[in-house]
Protein backbone atom coordinates (compact mmCIF):
# COMPACT_ATOMS: atom_id res chain seq x y z
CA UNK A 1 0.00 0.00 0.00
CA UNK A 2 1.73 3.41 -1.16
CA UNK A 3 1.41 6.33 1.24
CA UNK A 4 -1.94 7.84 -1.01
CA UNK A 5 -3.22 4.68 0.15
CA UNK A 6 -2.40 4.68 3.89
CA UNK A 7 -3.38 8.40 4.26
CA UNK A 8 -6.82 7.48 2.51
CA UNK A 9 -7.51 4.09 5.17
CA UNK A 10 -6.36 6.94 7.91
CA UNK A 11 -8.82 9.14 6.92
CA UNK A 12 -11.73 6.74 6.52
CA UNK A 13 -11.08 5.24 10.03
CA UNK A 14 -10.28 8.72 11.78
CA UNK A 15 -13.78 9.16 10.28
CA UNK A 16 -15.50 6.51 11.31
CA UNK A 17 -14.03 6.84 15.22
CA UNK A 18 -15.60 10.93 15.34
CA UNK A 19 -18.78 9.34 14.12
CA UNK A 20 -18.93 6.73 16.53
CA UNK A 21 -17.85 9.24 18.90
CA UNK A 22 -20.46 11.62 17.69
CA UNK A 23 -22.92 9.23 18.41
CA UNK A 24 -22.00 7.92 21.78
CA UNK A 25 -19.94 10.45 23.66
CA UNK A 26 -22.81 11.84 26.08
CA UNK A 27 -23.57 7.73 26.58
CA UNK A 28 -19.44 7.27 27.98
CA UNK A 29 -19.77 10.60 29.66
CA UNK A 30 -23.17 9.08 32.18
CA UNK A 31 -21.54 5.58 32.32
CA UNK A 32 -17.83 7.28 33.21
CA UNK A 33 -19.74 9.75 36.13
CA UNK A 34 -22.04 6.68 37.37
CA UNK A 35 -18.55 4.40 37.48
CA UNK A 36 -16.62 7.74 39.43
CA UNK A 37 -19.83 7.99 41.62
CA UNK A 38 -19.50 4.93 42.29
CA UNK A 39 -15.89 4.40 43.22
CA UNK A 40 -16.55 7.75 45.57
CA UNK A 41 -19.25 6.13 46.89
CA UNK A 42 -17.27 3.07 48.08
CA UNK A 43 -14.93 5.03 49.48
CA UNK A 44 -16.98 7.08 51.94
CA UNK A 45 -17.27 5.45 55.38
CA UNK A 46 -20.94 6.53 57.08
CA UNK A 47 -21.13 9.86 59.24
CA UNK A 48 -22.70 11.89 61.77
CA UNK A 49 -26.47 10.80 61.55
CA UNK A 50 -25.97 7.63 59.87
CA UNK A 51 -25.32 6.17 62.96
CA UNK A 52 -28.38 7.60 64.60
CA UNK A 53 -30.38 6.61 61.26
CA UNK A 54 -28.66 2.76 60.75
CA UNK A 55 -30.46 -0.10 62.59
CA UNK A 56 -30.10 -3.84 62.34
CA UNK A 57 -32.68 -5.66 60.61
CA UNK A 58 -33.87 -7.39 63.77
CA UNK A 59 -34.55 -3.45 64.60
CA UNK A 60 -36.51 -2.91 61.84
CA UNK A 61 -39.55 -2.93 63.72
CA UNK A 62 -38.86 0.24 65.36
CA UNK A 63 -38.38 2.29 62.56
CA UNK A 64 -42.03 3.67 62.43
CA UNK A 65 -41.80 4.73 66.17
CA UNK A 66 -38.78 6.73 65.24
CA UNK A 67 -40.22 8.32 62.33
CA UNK A 68 -42.92 9.74 64.44
CA UNK A 69 -40.49 10.81 66.97
CA UNK A 70 -38.77 13.03 64.24
CA UNK A 71 -42.11 14.16 62.99
CA UNK A 72 -43.47 15.26 66.71
CA UNK A 73 -39.80 16.59 67.58
CA UNK A 74 -37.53 17.22 64.11
CA UNK A 75 -38.42 17.82 61.07
CA UNK A 76 -41.35 16.99 58.73
CA UNK A 77 -39.06 15.52 56.15
CA UNK A 78 -41.17 11.74 56.28
CA UNK A 79 -40.12 10.28 52.69
CA UNK A 80 -36.64 11.52 52.72
CA UNK A 81 -36.07 10.29 56.23
CA UNK A 82 -38.41 7.21 55.90
CA UNK A 83 -35.68 6.58 52.34
CA UNK A 84 -32.93 7.15 54.84
CA UNK A 85 -33.91 4.46 57.47
CA UNK A 86 -34.55 2.14 54.87
CA UNK A 87 -31.34 2.54 52.63
CA UNK A 88 -29.30 2.63 55.91
CA UNK A 89 -30.93 -0.71 57.32
CA UNK A 90 -27.63 -3.18 58.01
CA UNK A 91 -27.18 -6.65 55.98
CA UNK A 92 -24.83 -7.91 54.32
CA UNK A 93 -23.88 -5.37 51.25
CA UNK A 94 -26.09 -3.15 52.26
CA UNK A 95 -23.61 -0.14 51.60
CA UNK A 96 -22.71 -1.69 48.48
CA UNK A 97 -26.73 -1.26 47.62
CA UNK A 98 -26.52 2.37 48.78
CA UNK A 99 -23.36 3.24 46.92
CA UNK A 100 -25.24 1.84 43.70
CA UNK A 101 -28.18 3.60 43.90
CA UNK A 102 -26.54 6.76 44.87
CA UNK A 103 -24.19 6.48 41.87
CA UNK A 104 -27.46 6.31 39.46
CA UNK A 105 -29.36 9.52 41.32
CA UNK A 106 -26.27 11.02 40.78
CA UNK A 107 -26.20 10.40 36.77
CA UNK A 108 -30.10 10.85 36.87
CA UNK A 109 -28.94 14.22 38.61
CA UNK A 110 -27.02 14.99 35.54
CA UNK A 111 -29.80 14.11 32.79
CA UNK A 112 -32.14 15.84 35.07
CA UNK A 113 -30.31 19.17 34.17
CA UNK A 114 -30.12 18.75 30.99
CA UNK A 115 -33.85 17.58 31.03
CA UNK A 116 -35.09 21.03 32.58
CA UNK A 117 -32.71 23.03 31.13
CA UNK A 118 -33.09 21.82 27.35
CA UNK A 119 -36.99 20.89 27.46
CA UNK A 120 -36.15 17.21 26.02
CA UNK A 121 -33.34 14.67 26.77
CA UNK A 122 -30.31 14.09 25.74
CA UNK A 123 -29.55 13.19 21.94
CA UNK A 124 -26.90 11.20 20.49
CA UNK A 125 -24.31 13.83 19.07
CA UNK A 126 -21.25 15.63 20.17
CA UNK A 127 -23.57 18.79 20.84
CA UNK A 128 -25.89 17.22 23.78
CA UNK A 129 -22.45 15.73 25.22
CA UNK A 130 -20.74 18.79 25.35
CA UNK A 131 -23.73 19.97 27.28
CA UNK A 132 -23.60 17.07 29.99
CA UNK A 133 -19.73 17.67 30.27
CA UNK A 134 -20.49 21.21 30.94
CA UNK A 135 -23.26 21.14 33.70
CA UNK A 136 -20.91 17.85 35.24
CA UNK A 137 -18.33 20.52 35.70
CA UNK A 138 -20.79 23.61 36.96
CA UNK A 139 -22.32 21.08 39.29
CA UNK A 140 -18.90 19.50 40.43
CA UNK A 141 -17.50 22.78 40.89
CA UNK A 142 -20.49 25.09 41.41
CA UNK A 143 -21.85 23.35 44.33
CA UNK A 144 -20.23 24.34 47.77
CA UNK A 145 -21.85 21.40 50.03
CA UNK A 146 -21.11 18.46 47.34
CA UNK A 147 -19.60 16.12 49.30
CA UNK A 148 -22.05 16.94 52.57
CA UNK A 149 -25.36 16.60 49.66
CA UNK A 150 -24.05 13.91 47.51
CA UNK A 151 -21.69 11.49 48.77
CA UNK A 152 -22.63 11.82 52.47
CA UNK A 153 -25.51 9.56 52.78
CA UNK A 154 -28.42 11.19 54.37
CA UNK A 155 -27.03 14.10 53.23
CA UNK A 156 -26.93 12.64 49.53
CA UNK A 157 -30.74 11.19 50.24
CA UNK A 158 -32.01 14.50 51.44
CA UNK A 159 -30.39 16.41 49.17
CA UNK A 160 -29.16 15.28 45.68
CA UNK A 161 -32.29 12.68 45.64
CA UNK A 162 -34.77 15.25 46.08
CA UNK A 163 -33.43 17.67 44.01
CA UNK A 164 -32.75 14.89 41.47
CA UNK A 165 -36.64 14.23 41.38
CA UNK A 166 -37.77 17.37 41.74
CA UNK A 167 -36.08 18.41 38.09
CA UNK A 168 -38.15 15.57 36.51
CA UNK A 169 -41.28 16.90 38.06
CA UNK A 170 -41.38 20.26 37.71
CA UNK A 171 -40.26 20.03 34.07
CA UNK A 172 -43.75 19.55 32.91
CA UNK A 173 -44.62 22.95 34.31
CA UNK A 174 -41.44 24.83 33.18
CA UNK A 175 -43.30 23.66 29.38
CA UNK A 176 -46.05 25.42 30.17
CA UNK A 177 -44.43 28.84 31.38
CA UNK A 178 -42.33 28.35 28.16
CA UNK A 179 -45.69 28.35 25.72
CA UNK A 180 -44.46 24.69 24.99
CA UNK A 181 -48.42 22.46 24.48
CA UNK A 182 -49.40 20.76 27.17
CA UNK A 183 -48.67 17.39 27.25
CA UNK A 184 -51.04 14.79 25.77
CA UNK A 185 -53.32 12.99 28.11
CA UNK A 186 -51.66 9.61 29.27
CA UNK A 187 -53.51 6.39 28.87
CA UNK A 188 -54.24 3.52 32.14
CA UNK A 189 -50.82 5.03 34.06
CA UNK A 190 -52.61 8.67 34.47
CA UNK A 191 -52.50 8.72 38.40
CA UNK A 192 -49.09 6.69 38.85
CA UNK A 193 -47.39 9.47 39.21
CA UNK A 194 -49.66 11.23 42.36
CA UNK A 195 -47.58 8.68 45.56
CA UNK A 196 -44.18 10.43 43.71
CA UNK A 197 -45.52 13.49 43.94
CA UNK A 198 -47.46 13.26 47.00
CA UNK A 199 -43.61 12.04 48.82
CA UNK A 200 -41.39 14.99 46.90
CA UNK A 201 -44.02 17.36 48.52
CA UNK A 202 -42.30 16.86 51.91
CA UNK A 203 -38.64 16.23 51.15
CA UNK A 204 -37.68 19.44 51.56
CA UNK A 205 -39.24 22.52 52.86
CA UNK A 206 -37.08 25.57 50.67
CA UNK A 207 -37.01 23.46 47.35
CA UNK A 208 -40.60 21.89 47.66
CA UNK A 209 -42.20 25.70 48.21
CA UNK A 210 -40.74 26.81 45.10
CA UNK A 211 -41.49 23.85 42.93
CA UNK A 212 -45.05 24.41 44.48
CA UNK A 213 -45.55 27.89 43.48
CA UNK A 214 -43.56 27.54 40.08
CA UNK A 215 -46.39 24.75 39.23
CA UNK A 216 -49.65 26.79 40.26
CA UNK A 217 -48.09 30.19 38.24
CA UNK A 218 -47.64 27.64 35.47
CA UNK A 219 -51.39 26.19 35.60
CA UNK A 220 -52.36 29.59 36.56
CA UNK A 221 -51.08 30.74 33.04
CA UNK A 222 -52.93 28.27 31.17
CA UNK A 223 -55.99 29.49 32.83
CA UNK A 224 -55.74 32.61 32.28
CA UNK A 225 -54.28 32.16 27.80
CA UNK A 226 -57.13 29.66 28.14
CA UNK A 227 -54.64 26.97 27.38
CA UNK A 228 -55.50 22.92 27.28
CA UNK A 229 -53.70 21.04 30.20
CA UNK A 230 -53.62 17.42 30.74
CA UNK A 231 -55.71 16.53 34.30
CA UNK A 232 -52.64 14.67 35.54
CA UNK A 233 -50.82 17.90 35.67
CA UNK A 234 -53.66 19.66 38.39
CA UNK A 235 -53.84 16.70 40.08
CA UNK A 236 -49.81 15.87 40.38
CA UNK A 237 -49.52 19.57 41.43
CA UNK A 238 -52.47 18.89 44.20
CA UNK A 239 -51.16 15.64 44.94
CA UNK A 240 -47.29 17.51 45.70
CA UNK A 241 -49.09 20.56 47.72
CA UNK A 242 -50.63 17.99 50.09
CA UNK A 243 -47.08 16.57 50.95
CA UNK A 244 -45.90 19.95 51.55
CA UNK A 245 -48.68 20.80 53.93
CA UNK A 246 -47.74 17.45 55.62
CA UNK A 247 -44.12 18.98 55.79
CA UNK A 248 -44.87 22.21 56.94
CA UNK A 249 -47.11 21.22 59.88
CA UNK A 250 -44.96 18.60 61.34
CA UNK A 251 -45.48 19.85 65.18
CA UNK A 252 -41.43 18.96 65.25
CA UNK A 253 -40.75 22.30 62.82
CA UNK A 254 -42.08 24.47 65.46
CA UNK A 255 -39.69 22.63 68.20
CA UNK A 256 -37.04 22.82 66.47
CA UNK A 257 -37.76 26.47 65.58
CA UNK A 258 -38.36 27.29 69.11
CA UNK A 259 -34.99 25.50 70.03
CA UNK A 260 -33.24 27.98 67.40
CA UNK A 261 -34.79 30.84 66.86
CA UNK A 262 -32.99 34.30 66.59
CA UNK A 263 -36.62 35.98 67.89
CA UNK A 264 -36.42 38.40 64.21
CA UNK A 265 -39.22 38.30 62.53
CA UNK A 266 -39.25 36.61 58.73
CA UNK A 267 -39.28 40.12 56.99
CA UNK A 268 -36.39 41.39 59.05
CA UNK A 269 -34.22 38.65 57.82
CA UNK A 270 -34.73 39.44 54.03
CA UNK A 271 -32.45 42.09 53.36
CA UNK A 272 -29.36 40.03 55.12
CA UNK A 273 -30.42 37.09 53.19
CA UNK A 274 -30.37 39.23 50.15
CA UNK A 275 -26.87 39.71 50.78
CA UNK A 276 -25.70 36.03 51.83
CA UNK A 277 -27.42 34.32 48.54
CA UNK A 278 -25.60 36.93 46.45
CA UNK A 279 -21.89 36.41 48.29
CA UNK A 280 -22.73 32.73 48.05
CA UNK A 281 -23.05 32.70 44.65
CA UNK A 282 -20.81 34.99 43.36
CA UNK A 283 -17.94 34.77 45.79
CA UNK A 284 -18.09 31.34 47.03
CA UNK A 285 -19.07 29.58 44.07
CA UNK A 286 -19.47 31.92 41.04
CA UNK A 287 -22.10 30.56 39.82
CA UNK A 288 -24.04 33.81 39.02
CA UNK A 289 -20.99 35.11 37.51
CA UNK A 290 -20.72 32.50 34.94
CA UNK A 291 -24.45 32.78 34.29
CA UNK A 292 -23.79 36.54 33.43
CA UNK A 293 -21.14 35.56 31.33
CA UNK A 294 -22.99 32.97 29.29
CA UNK A 295 -26.21 35.40 29.06
CA UNK A 296 -23.52 38.09 27.15
CA UNK A 297 -22.62 35.42 24.72
CA UNK A 298 -25.42 33.48 24.25
CA UNK A 299 -28.34 36.16 23.94
CA UNK A 300 -28.97 37.93 20.87
CA UNK A 301 -31.71 40.04 19.17
CA UNK A 302 -34.29 38.37 17.93
CA UNK A 303 -32.99 34.84 18.33
CA UNK A 304 -33.43 32.10 20.50
CA UNK A 305 -36.23 33.61 22.61
CA UNK A 306 -37.67 30.76 23.94
CA UNK A 307 -34.45 29.70 25.84
CA UNK A 308 -34.47 32.68 27.18
CA UNK A 309 -38.24 32.53 28.55
CA UNK A 310 -36.78 28.96 30.12
CA UNK A 311 -33.82 30.01 31.31
CA UNK A 312 -36.26 32.95 33.17
CA UNK A 313 -38.49 30.72 34.53
CA UNK A 314 -35.72 28.15 35.74
CA UNK A 315 -33.03 30.70 37.36
CA UNK A 316 -36.49 32.13 38.70
CA UNK A 317 -37.36 28.96 40.67
CA UNK A 318 -33.76 28.75 42.02
CA UNK A 319 -34.43 32.09 43.60
CA UNK A 320 -37.54 31.75 44.88
CA UNK A 321 -35.82 28.17 46.15
CA UNK A 322 -33.00 30.62 48.00
CA UNK A 323 -35.46 32.66 49.13
CA UNK A 324 -37.99 30.80 51.00
CA UNK A 325 -35.28 29.94 53.20
CA UNK A 326 -36.45 32.88 55.03
CA UNK A 327 -38.58 30.70 56.97
CA UNK A 328 -35.45 29.04 58.54
CA UNK A 329 -33.89 30.60 62.08
CA UNK A 330 -31.54 32.87 61.86
CA UNK A 331 -30.18 33.92 58.03
CA UNK A 332 -29.27 30.52 56.49
CA UNK A 333 -27.97 29.80 53.07
CA UNK A 334 -25.20 28.56 52.49
CA UNK A 335 -23.52 24.98 52.10
CA UNK A 336 -26.52 21.75 51.97
CA UNK A 337 -29.18 24.27 52.34
CA UNK A 338 -27.73 25.80 49.32
CA UNK A 339 -27.91 22.91 47.86
CA UNK A 340 -30.80 22.88 45.71
CA UNK A 341 -30.43 26.38 44.84
CA UNK A 342 -27.08 25.75 43.33
CA UNK A 343 -28.90 22.71 41.15
CA UNK A 344 -31.61 25.29 40.16
CA UNK A 345 -28.82 27.48 38.69
CA UNK A 346 -27.00 25.24 37.15
CA UNK A 347 -29.57 24.48 35.00
CA UNK A 348 -30.51 27.82 34.43
CA UNK A 349 -26.91 27.87 33.50
CA UNK A 350 -27.44 25.11 30.78
CA UNK A 351 -30.86 26.88 29.27
CA UNK A 352 -28.51 29.90 28.94
CA UNK A 353 -25.89 27.84 27.02
CA UNK A 354 -28.20 26.23 24.70
CA UNK A 355 -27.47 28.89 21.46
CA UNK A 356 -23.56 28.44 22.18
CA UNK A 357 -23.73 24.58 21.36
CA UNK A 358 -26.00 25.13 18.20
CA UNK A 359 -24.66 22.98 15.77
CA UNK A 360 -24.24 25.79 13.60
CA UNK A 361 -21.72 27.58 15.84
CA UNK A 362 -19.67 24.34 16.90
CA UNK A 363 -15.77 24.18 16.18
CA UNK A 364 -12.50 24.46 17.26
CA UNK A 365 -13.27 26.93 19.78
CA UNK A 366 -15.66 24.67 21.67
CA UNK A 367 -13.84 21.67 21.43
CA UNK A 368 -10.88 23.71 22.95
CA UNK A 369 -13.24 24.89 25.94
CA UNK A 370 -14.31 21.48 26.17
CA UNK A 371 -10.77 19.99 26.72
CA UNK A 372 -9.84 22.52 29.13
CA UNK A 373 -13.00 21.87 31.13
CA UNK A 374 -12.82 17.85 31.16
CA UNK A 375 -8.89 18.49 31.87
CA UNK A 376 -9.85 20.55 34.82
CA UNK A 377 -12.25 18.43 35.74
CA UNK A 378 -10.30 15.02 35.52
CA UNK A 379 -7.54 16.55 37.85
CA UNK A 380 -9.88 17.52 40.52
CA UNK A 381 -11.57 14.01 40.54
CA UNK A 382 -8.05 12.37 41.03
CA UNK A 383 -7.80 14.55 43.95
CA UNK A 384 -10.83 13.94 45.64
CA UNK A 385 -10.86 10.13 44.91
CA UNK A 386 -7.24 10.46 46.23
CA UNK A 387 -8.95 12.07 49.70
CA UNK A 388 -11.57 9.45 49.85
CA UNK A 389 -8.85 6.52 48.92
CA UNK A 390 -7.11 8.09 52.47
CA UNK A 391 -10.18 7.89 54.18
CA UNK A 392 -11.38 4.57 53.63
CA UNK A 393 -7.88 3.57 54.33
CA UNK A 394 -7.78 5.10 57.67
CA UNK A 395 -11.31 3.44 58.67
CA UNK A 396 -10.14 0.00 57.40
CA UNK A 397 -7.07 0.60 60.50
CA UNK A 398 -9.92 1.97 63.18
CA UNK A 399 -11.97 -1.00 62.11
CA UNK A 400 -9.12 -3.58 62.64
CA UNK A 401 -8.57 -1.62 66.30
CA UNK A 402 -12.19 -1.53 67.13
CA UNK A 403 -12.17 -5.44 66.29
CA UNK A 404 -9.01 -5.59 68.73
CA UNK A 405 -11.06 -3.80 71.42
CA UNK A 406 -13.95 -5.44 70.75
CA UNK A 407 -12.11 -8.92 71.44
CA UNK A 408 -10.15 -7.82 74.65
CA UNK A 409 -13.72 -6.58 76.37
CA UNK A 410 -12.67 -2.42 76.44
CA UNK A 411 -16.24 -0.68 76.52
CA UNK A 412 -14.99 2.52 75.54
CA UNK A 413 -13.43 3.14 71.76
CA UNK A 414 -10.25 5.35 71.70
CA UNK A 415 -9.81 6.16 68.00
CA UNK A 416 -7.51 7.84 65.99
CA UNK A 417 -8.20 11.64 64.01
CA UNK A 418 -8.51 11.61 60.01
CA UNK A 419 -5.99 12.79 58.13
CA UNK A 420 -6.69 13.86 54.82
CA UNK A 421 -5.00 14.76 52.06
CA UNK A 422 -4.31 18.13 50.95
CA UNK A 423 -5.71 19.46 54.06
CA UNK A 424 -3.70 20.91 57.33
CA UNK A 425 -4.53 19.46 61.08
CA UNK A 426 -7.17 17.09 62.45
CA UNK A 427 -10.63 17.34 62.16
CA UNK A 428 -14.09 16.28 63.30
CA UNK A 429 -16.29 18.07 61.07
CA UNK A 430 -14.79 19.31 57.45
CA UNK A 431 -17.00 20.68 54.73
CA UNK A 432 -14.65 21.20 51.69
CA UNK A 433 -16.16 21.00 48.74
CA UNK A 434 -16.24 17.87 47.24
CA UNK A 435 -14.88 16.35 50.25
CA UNK A 436 -17.31 15.68 53.55
CA UNK A 437 -16.33 14.47 57.36
CA UNK A 438 -18.70 14.20 60.40
CA UNK A 439 -16.54 12.78 62.88
CA UNK A 440 -17.00 11.69 66.70
CA UNK A 441 -15.79 14.36 69.08
CA UNK A 442 -12.75 14.18 70.88
CA UNK A 443 -12.98 14.10 75.13
CA UNK A 444 -15.07 17.85 75.05
CA UNK A 445 -18.76 18.53 76.68
CA UNK A 446 -21.89 17.63 74.44
CA UNK A 447 -20.40 14.88 72.87
CA UNK A 448 -22.86 12.70 73.97
CA UNK A 449 -25.15 12.14 70.75
CA UNK A 450 -22.68 11.83 68.19
CA UNK A 451 -20.15 9.99 69.98
CA UNK A 452 -23.35 7.93 71.39
CA UNK A 453 -24.29 6.83 67.97
CA UNK A 454 -21.19 6.01 66.52
CA UNK A 455 -20.38 3.81 69.90
CA UNK A 456 -24.02 2.02 69.62
CA UNK A 457 -23.97 1.34 66.15
CA UNK A 458 -20.10 -0.08 66.47
CA UNK A 459 -20.84 -2.58 69.32
CA UNK A 460 -19.61 -0.04 72.17
CA UNK A 461 -20.49 1.72 75.59
CA UNK A 462 -19.13 4.90 73.96
CA UNK A 463 -16.11 5.97 71.59
CA UNK A 464 -13.89 9.13 72.14
CA UNK A 465 -11.41 10.76 69.06
CA UNK A 466 -7.65 10.88 70.46
CA UNK A 467 -5.91 14.11 68.91
CA UNK A 468 -3.52 11.39 66.87
CA UNK A 469 -3.72 10.35 63.54
CA UNK A 470 -2.51 6.84 64.79
CA UNK A 471 -3.40 4.48 67.64
CA UNK A 472 -1.40 0.91 68.48
CA UNK A 473 -3.28 -1.17 70.95
CA UNK A 474 -0.42 -2.50 73.16
CA UNK A 475 -1.18 -6.43 73.67
CA UNK A 476 -1.41 -6.57 70.30
CA UNK A 477 2.50 -5.02 69.85
CA UNK A 478 4.15 -8.08 70.25
CA UNK A 479 2.03 -9.94 68.32
CA UNK A 480 3.35 -11.52 65.14
CA UNK A 481 0.21 -11.17 63.15
CA UNK A 482 0.05 -7.97 63.58
CA UNK A 483 3.57 -6.55 63.47
CA UNK A 484 7.06 -7.71 62.33
CA UNK A 485 9.40 -7.44 65.17
CA UNK A 486 12.33 -5.38 64.75
CA UNK A 487 13.62 -4.80 68.37
CA UNK A 488 11.64 -6.29 71.45
CA UNK A 489 13.42 -5.22 74.88
CA UNK A 490 12.42 -4.01 77.85
CA UNK A 491 13.46 -0.33 77.66
CA UNK A 492 12.95 -0.25 73.20
CA UNK A 493 10.66 -2.07 70.94
CA UNK A 494 10.45 -0.91 67.51
CA UNK A 495 8.11 -3.23 64.98
CA UNK A 496 6.74 -3.00 61.92
CA UNK A 497 3.82 -3.04 59.72
CA UNK A 498 2.18 -1.84 56.01
CA UNK A 499 -0.45 0.38 56.01
CA UNK A 500 -2.16 1.34 53.08
CA UNK A 501 -2.47 5.31 52.51
CA UNK A 502 -5.01 6.39 49.26
CA UNK A 503 -3.38 3.95 46.29
CA UNK A 504 -0.54 2.22 47.72
CA UNK A 505 0.57 0.67 50.68
CA UNK A 506 4.59 1.29 53.04
CA UNK A 507 6.81 0.16 55.30
CA UNK A 508 5.87 2.26 59.06
CA UNK A 509 8.08 1.80 61.89
CA UNK A 510 7.05 2.56 65.14
CA UNK A 511 9.05 2.83 68.26
CA UNK A 512 8.10 2.31 72.01
CA UNK A 513 10.05 3.45 74.52
CA UNK A 514 9.65 4.44 78.64
CA UNK A 515 10.84 7.58 79.53
CA UNK A 516 11.66 10.51 76.68
CA UNK A 517 11.73 10.47 73.55
CA UNK A 518 14.83 12.34 73.02
CA UNK A 519 16.67 9.15 74.78
CA UNK A 520 14.44 6.87 72.64
CA UNK A 521 16.07 8.46 69.07
CA UNK A 522 19.17 8.09 70.48
CA UNK A 523 18.69 4.56 71.65
CA UNK A 524 17.32 3.35 68.38
CA UNK A 525 20.24 5.34 66.15
CA UNK A 526 22.73 3.28 68.05
CA UNK A 527 20.88 0.19 67.61
CA UNK A 528 20.94 0.49 64.08
CA UNK A 529 17.35 2.52 63.68
CA UNK A 530 18.38 6.03 62.49
CA UNK A 531 14.76 6.59 60.96
CA UNK A 532 13.65 10.26 60.23
CA UNK A 533 11.13 9.65 63.75
CA UNK A 534 8.01 11.55 63.68
CA UNK A 535 6.68 12.70 67.27
CA UNK A 536 3.57 13.34 68.30
CA UNK A 537 1.46 11.09 65.69
CA UNK A 538 1.12 8.20 67.69
CA UNK A 539 -1.05 6.96 70.71
CA UNK A 540 -0.64 4.11 72.69
CA UNK A 541 -3.72 2.12 74.64
CA UNK A 542 -3.38 0.16 77.27
CA UNK A 543 -4.69 -3.00 78.15
CA UNK A 544 -7.12 -1.28 80.21
CA UNK A 545 -8.58 0.97 77.37
CA UNK A 546 -7.00 4.39 78.57
CA UNK A 547 -4.67 6.16 77.18
CA UNK A 548 -0.63 5.38 77.91
CA UNK A 549 1.15 8.63 78.89
CA UNK A 550 4.20 7.26 80.08
CA UNK A 551 5.77 5.88 77.02
CA UNK A 552 7.20 7.92 74.02
CA UNK A 553 5.83 6.64 70.91
CA UNK A 554 7.70 7.49 67.48
CA UNK A 555 6.47 6.70 63.93
CA UNK A 556 8.79 6.67 60.53
CA UNK A 557 8.79 5.25 57.11
CA UNK A 558 11.32 2.95 56.69
CA UNK A 559 12.33 4.06 53.65
CA UNK A 560 16.19 3.15 53.07
CA UNK A 561 16.47 0.35 55.94
CA UNK A 562 18.10 -3.06 54.85
Known amino acids: MGMQGLEMLMRRLGARWGAWLDRNAGILLVVGTALLMLGLNLLTPTWGDDWHRSFPLDRAGQIPAQLLGEYLGWTGRMSVLALTYLFLLQYPGSLVVFAIINALAFSALLVGLFVLATGRWPRRSFNDAAMLLLLLGAAWFGIEAFGEGVLWKTGAIGFLWASAATLFAVRPYVDLLCDRASPPEPGKGRWIALPGYFLLGMALENLSAATLVVMLAALFECWRMRRPVAGP ?116 LGAAARPLLDQSRTGWPLIGALLVVGTVLAADMLRTVEQYAATQAQTGRRETLM ?160
Open 403 to 562: REYRAAGIRVARLPSYRVPYVDGLHDDLVRRRYFLRDIHGDIPNNGWRNGTFAEDHGFDFALRIDKPFVLFEPTIDDHAHFRQYLNGEQLRIVARDEREAFASREVVYLIAPGSCAAARSAAAAAGYGFDWQEGQVALVRADGMVDNRHCVLRADAVGHD
Open 233 to 348: MAWNCAAYACGFAVLVAAPGNFVRYAMQSDGQPMYARLPALVERIWLQETETTGLLFAILVVLVLSVRPGERAMDLRRFSAIFGLALLSGLAMIGSTAVAYGGRTAFASEVLLIAS
